[in-house]
């Protein structure tokens, strides 16, 4: 079970890492966009293939994250990576895990704020 927290740990940090990056100005703009998406990825509710479909639920998430880490973790220069790791774990053991949920609940605030819109103009202005 150590393994498994350790494993954890390891993913949490890495995320918390790839958000920071996102909004240094010494990032290059292609890992900035891996790590944007890694990151909205891993806090969005919506999933490639949602999760109550029985085994591919899981196999997405065991292979999409991996991937989009992989992906964000090779694009990024290794020196702001490990400053940005560093700084992800000093914040993860402050307990200041909440600021990470800002940018995906202001985006999904902005889909439905737009979905309702479109909703209202067409339906209800008939």
Known sequence: ???????????NSKIGAMYIAMR?????LYAKLACGLC???VLSPLDIVPDFIPVLGAIDDVIVLPFLMWLAVK???????????AQAQADWQGENKKRYMLPVLV???LILLWIWHIIYKYVFMI
């Not at 079970?1 to 993913?11: D, G, Q, R, V």
């Not at 240094?24 to 290059?28: F, G, K, M, N, W």
């Open 1 to 11: 079970m150590s393994k498994f927290k350790n494993a954890t740990e390891t993913i």
């Open 39 to 41: 990151v909205y990825y």
């Open 75 to 85: 694009l990024m220069p290794d020196d702001i990576m490990a400053e940005c790791v």
């Open 107 to 109: 985006v999904w605030a």
């Open 24 to 28: 240094r100005s010494d990032t290059p």
